[in-house]
């Protein structure tokens, strides 16, 4: 089983991977982990829509296998970890 703070640092080490400097927006624990927000550290700083990323999925860590999985955005983040624990966790 892992803690939050396993979370919160497999989440920073996956926004180091990037080319651009990325900064945590908003975060969330579910029943089974915790979901992370993001976007461009420039974009936080200067408001400026041109920093801005598009496309920028959130992602989550489960909690009892330590993976971080990508969502999607096409629909709001409850609906992907509904689903989420609809196939991974539903009996």
Known sequence: MFDYEYALNRAKDYLED?????????EGEFAEGWFFCYQS?????????????????PFLTDRNTGELIELGTAKPIAAYIADYLHEHYAP
Do not use: V, W
């Open 18 to 26: 990037s080319e651009i400097p990325l900064q945590i927006t908003s």
């Open 41 to 57: 550290a420039e974009y936080l700083r200067t408001g400026d829509s041109s920093d801005q990323l598009a496309g920028n999925s």
